[in-house]
């Protein structure tokens, strides 16, 4: 399974992003993707993450009513749409994913993701 993260940029605080996540070499039926970001220094932070099963999602509350996470089950890629960026929001943001042959609900427990991609950065600044 490759991870491949795209769309980050710099951009203007209250500005708008969105992520793109793609993972190929899926071959389970069920599967979740999480939206991870990390600064210097500082342990990776669980952003957002969305499960293949029903849908189900799970939003740190720093980002919750700014960012939305969703998906593309056919193309096996998750997005993040990213509102009302704040400086804050700089990070290097990593894409987790992991697949099962059951239905499984995840969570934003970096530990819980098999598969991760390189980062790809988001600079907020004026």
């Known amino acids: 399974v490759q991870v491949v993260e795209s769309g980050g940029g710099l951009v203007q605080p209250g500005d708008s992003l969105r992520l793109a996540c793609t993972a190929s070499?899926?071959?389970?039926?069920?599967?979740?993707i999480g939206w991870f970001r990390q600064t210097p220094g500082k342990e990776r932070e669980g952003v957002s993450s969305?499960?293949?099963?029903?849908?189900?999602?799970h939003y740190a509350d720093s980002v919750k009513g700014r960012f939305t996470i969703s998906k593309d089950d056919a193309k096996k890629m998750a997005y993040l749409e990213m509102n009302s960026l704040k400086p804050e929001d700089t990070a290097v943001y990593l894409c987790?994913?992991?697949?099962?042959?059951?239905?499984?609900?995840?969570?934003?427990?970096?530990?819980?993701?098999?598969?991760w991609g390189q980062g790809t950065q988001v600079t907020v600044s004026s």
């Open positions: 987790g994913a992991i697949e099962s042959p059951w239905p499984i609900r995840v969570d934003l427990g970096a530990s819980t993701y098999h598969y």
């Open positions: 070499g899926f071959t389970l039926d069920y599967y979740a």
């Open positions: 969305i499960n293949s099963v029903d849908g189900s999602t």
